[in-house]
Protein backbone atom coordinates (compact mmCIF):
# COMPACT_ATOMS: atom_id res chain seq x y z
CA UNK A 1 0.00 0.00 0.00
CA UNK A 2 1.46 3.17 -0.61
CA UNK A 3 2.04 5.80 1.59
CA UNK A 4 0.62 8.76 -0.13
CA UNK A 5 -0.77 9.53 -3.98
CA UNK A 6 -0.44 12.46 -5.68
CA UNK A 7 -3.87 14.73 -7.03
CA UNK A 8 -2.92 17.67 -9.26
CA UNK A 9 0.49 17.80 -7.51
CA UNK A 10 -0.27 17.86 -4.37
CA UNK A 11 0.49 14.68 -1.64
CA UNK A 12 -2.44 12.96 -0.05
CA UNK A 13 -1.73 10.70 2.52
CA UNK A 14 -3.28 7.33 2.08
CA UNK A 15 -4.74 7.34 5.41
CA UNK A 16 -6.55 10.51 4.58
CA UNK A 17 -8.70 9.57 1.82
CA UNK A 18 -9.45 6.34 3.96
CA UNK A 19 -10.82 8.13 6.73
CA UNK A 20 -12.66 10.34 4.56
CA UNK A 21 -14.68 7.23 2.55
CA UNK A 22 -14.70 5.92 5.97
CA UNK A 23 -16.88 8.85 7.35
CA UNK A 24 -18.57 9.11 3.79
CA UNK A 25 -20.25 4.85 4.32
CA UNK A 26 -20.52 5.87 7.95
CA UNK A 27 -22.85 8.44 7.26
CA UNK A 28 -24.44 6.05 4.90
CA UNK A 29 -24.96 3.25 7.35
CA UNK A 30 -26.40 5.57 9.96
CA UNK A 31 -29.19 6.74 7.82
CA UNK A 32 -30.29 3.50 7.31
CA UNK A 33 -30.28 2.42 11.04
CA UNK A 34 -31.97 5.39 11.89
CA UNK A 35 -34.66 4.48 9.36
CA UNK A 36 -34.95 1.20 10.61
CA UNK A 37 -35.59 2.56 13.92
CA UNK A 38 -32.63 1.49 15.86
CA UNK A 39 -30.86 4.14 17.09
CA UNK A 40 -33.87 3.58 19.90
CA UNK A 41 -32.08 0.52 21.17
CA UNK A 42 -28.37 1.71 21.23
CA UNK A 43 -27.69 3.27 24.59
CA UNK A 44 -24.63 5.70 23.16
CA UNK A 45 -25.17 6.70 19.29
CA UNK A 46 -21.82 8.63 19.43
CA UNK A 47 -19.82 6.08 20.95
CA UNK A 48 -21.78 3.53 18.65
CA UNK A 49 -21.07 6.05 15.79
CA UNK A 50 -17.24 6.15 16.29
CA UNK A 51 -17.47 2.07 16.81
CA UNK A 52 -18.33 1.87 13.22
CA UNK A 53 -16.88 4.30 11.77
CA UNK A 54 -13.24 2.71 13.21
CA UNK A 55 -14.46 -0.86 11.48
CA UNK A 56 -15.39 0.48 8.54
CA UNK A 57 -11.66 2.35 8.38
CA UNK A 58 -10.49 -1.22 8.89
CA UNK A 59 -11.73 -2.56 6.99
CA UNK A 60 -11.00 -0.43 4.02
CA UNK A 61 -7.50 -0.68 5.30
CA UNK A 62 -7.52 -4.55 5.10
CA UNK A 63 -8.99 -4.29 1.85
CA UNK A 64 -6.53 -1.66 0.25
CA UNK A 65 -3.46 -3.64 1.88
CA UNK A 66 -5.04 -6.85 0.26
CA UNK A 67 -5.42 -5.41 -3.32
CA UNK A 68 -2.29 -3.62 -3.50
CA UNK A 69 0.96 -5.97 -4.11
Not at 13 to 26: G, I, N, Q, R, S
Not at 36 to 60: K, R, T
Request: no cysteine.
Amino acid sequence: MPGEFTVYGVFVPTLLALMTLAYLLKGGVRFVLQRLGAYHHIWHPSLFNFAVFLILLDGLYRLLHWISP
